[in-house]
Structures are given as structure tokens and as C-alpha cells.
């Protein structure tokens, strides 16, 4: 198999598939070698349009040093119109044996594309089938029996066991966040290991309850874009909670605000309602606030750093996990002082 489509409207598990994917298939190629993604920057036409000849020049360049590419192309909904994607069918039909192509059926952030996410087009399905290669859906279902399936589905794949009441502690506290379950089985597996079981305590310990956030100091230092201080507040946090745990409940605030965004929220008590947030509207009320100040391409950005550093806490770079911590914080910082 040469090419794979990845199709969601979760940017979170849309990160996640396509991470594991490509790790995958780069096997032991070097990383800096054989991999190249384009995303929608890339794609940008220099009079405002959109193009894929930047993806296909890629796609049917030979490898250097390395055995074999893997290109990847984000965004690529952008290319939903008829006959958009006309280029990329033609790529697909005469793909070199070289290349390893992902193509990434996903919105774009730039600027941030509204309402529902445009059915893949069936003559590129078509295509990449007759390639041999293979579609995955990542949208998780919408009906709630479904979404149950759905979610221990999940936690089957992720190498943990789980106590009854765990799965349903987890239950709880993913609701309708999905992509919350990416970073919670990342934490539960960085705190207690590959297979191990796990309990609805740990669940509270690693997780949080429905709706909690970060400490309250780290939210304020980066939602004020003071970097200093969100520094100094993170290196406090570190010694007593697991990097991927940080990481989770910093990820699960910002699909909030990218849930909120454009959802046309009055004020805090229907942002809480829309979140599924019980008890004080005060954490929505923030939440609603930092949307509205950050606007729709940081907060596109903001999910991007977060899904980076996920990858990074995986070994994709060399990095201590403090130091990715750290540079994520900054940048996150950096975004709410623009």
C-alpha cells in the first residue's frame, strides 16, 4: 500500500491518525530525509487561490538518501469544488513506487473554514482504492449508542486495561470533547505503562473532572501572554504531574475554544451549555473570553502547537519532555500577546 486517506473533522484525532500513520511508514528512514508535509501555507496560491502543484511536484520527487518519501498533504478539503481535486486523482493513478503518500481530508485554519466538513470527493476515494490503497474515517459517530461503541473501541486499541468503572469515569469525562481521549490514554500510558489496568481513581488522578482545566495560574499566565510567568508557574506544576497530563488538560481547554468558535455563544451561560460545563459558568465564562481575544486562526494555531507537541512527547524529536513543554508554553503565550 502507497497511499492512505485520512478523512475528520476532530483535528485532535485527525493529528493522532495521521502521526501514527507516518510513523509507519517511515519505518527506520530518516525522519529529516524522507519526510516532507505540505500543508495549506504550502498550498496557497500567491494570488489568494489554492493549488496542488506543490503536492504533486513532491509526490514525484525521487528520494535522496533514503529508500523511499512519505509526503503528506494537510488541508485538503480546501480542494472539496468540483473538479478541485481532478490533479491529485491523476497523482494517485501514476504514483511513483517511490512514494508513500497520506493525503489529509481536513478543514483548513486559513482562513478558518465554517460548517461541516465536505464529503471526499468519490472519484478520489475511487482512486486511492484502485491504488490499493486504504481509507480512514476518524469522525467519531454521532449518535450517543454509537459514540459509547466508539469510545471503547478506542481504549481497546490503546494497550491498557480498564476496570468497568474506569471506562465508565471516562465516559464522564470525554462527553462530546473526542479528541479528549487522545491525550487521556497518552497520559494514562506516560504515568503507568503499557498494560496496565487501569482504575476509575486513576482515571480522577490523571484525567480531572468534567470541564476541569490546568491550574487556574497557568490558564491566566497564558491567557495574558505573559511568558515569564507562565514559565515559572509550569516549572512549579512539573514535578507533580506528568508532562502528557499537562499536556491533555491544556489540549482539552483549547478544543473547547475551537468548539466555541463560531458556535455565536451570547455569554458564559449558553458557551456552559453548548461545553456540556455543569455547576459554575465562571471557567466558561474564560473559556468564551479567550476565544473571543485569540480569534479563530490562533486558536487553529493553538491546536497545531498542541498536536506538535504531542508528537514531540512521542519522540519525534530529540527534545527532554521539559523543554517541549516549555517551548509549547511559550508559544501558546506568545499567541495571546499578539
Known amino acids: 500500500m502507497s497511499v492512505q486517506l485520512v478523512s475528520g473533522d476532530d483535528p485532535v484525532l485527525v493529528a493522532e491518525a495521521v502521526a501514527r500513520i507516518v510513523k509507519e511508514a517511515l519505518g527506520d528512514e530518516d525522519r529529516s530525509l524522507a519526510l516532507e508535509q505540505l500543508d495549506e501555507i504550502s498550498l496557497r496560491d500567491p494570488d489568494g487561490g489554492w493549488r496542488l502543484a506543490p503536492l504533486v511536484d513532491a509526490a514525484q520527487t525521487e528520494p535522496f538518501l533514503t529508500s523511499r518519501r512519505v509526503v503528506v498533504g494537510r488541508h485538503l478539503a480546501r480542494f472539496s469544488g468540483k473538479g478541485h481535486c481532478d490533479e491529485l486523482v491523476r497523482l494517485v493513478e501514476a504514483l511513483p513506487a517511490t512514494t508513500y503518500l497520506v493525503l489529509v481530508w481536513e478543514r483548513g485554519v486559513d482562513p478558518v473554514m465554517g460548517g461541516r466538513l465536505p464529503a471526499v470527493p468519490k472519484a478520489l476515494a475511487t482512486a486511492v482504492k484502485s491504488a490499493g490503497g486504504a481509507s480512514l474515517n476518524v469522525t467519531p459517530p454521532r449518535g450517543k449508542s454509537d459514540a459509547h ?34 491525550g487521556l490514554l497518552r497520559t494514562l500510558e506516560g504515568a503507568l505503562g503499557s498494560g496496565a489496568t487501569v482504575t476509575a481513581g486513576d482515571v480522577a488522578v490523571y484525567g480531572g473532572d ?5 491550574p487556574w495560574e497557568l490558564d491566566d499566565a497564558i491567557d495574558r501572554g505573559d511568558i515569564t510567568e507562565a514559565l515559572k508557574v509550569l516549572h512549579r506544576l512539573l514535578p507533580s504531574r506528568h508532562p502528557l497530563q499537562l499536556l491533555a488538560a491544556l489540549g482539552g481547554r483549547y478544543q473547547r475554544m475551537l468548539r466555541l468558535d463560531g458556535a455565536g455563544a451570547a455569554d458564559e451561560h449558553q458557551a456552559a451549555e453548548f461545553l456540556g460545563m455543569k455547576g459554575s459558568t465562571f471557567p466558561a465564562r474564560k473559556i468564551l473570553g479567550q476565544t473571543r481575544r485569540l480569534g479563530s486562526e490562533r486558536v487553529a494555531r493553538a491546536i497545531r502547537l498542541l498536536a506538535d507537541a504531542d508528537l514531540a512527547l512521542r519522540g ?11 517551548v509549547l508554553v511559550a508559544r501558546l503565550a506568545a499567541l495571546s500577546a499578539r
Not at 161 to 179: K, M, N, R, S, T
Open 316 to 326: 519525534t524529536v530529540d527534545w527532554p519532555d521539559e523543554l517541549v513543554m516549555e
Open 149 to 182: 461503541k466508539w469510545l471503547r473501541s478506542q481504549l481497546e486499541q490503546s494497550g491498557l486495561h480498564f476496570e468497568p468503572a474506569a471506562v465508565a469515569a471516562i465516559d464522564d469525562l470525554v462527553g462530546a470533547d473526542h479528541g479528549n481521549i487522545v
Open 210 to 214: 468534567p470541564g476541569s482545566v490546568v
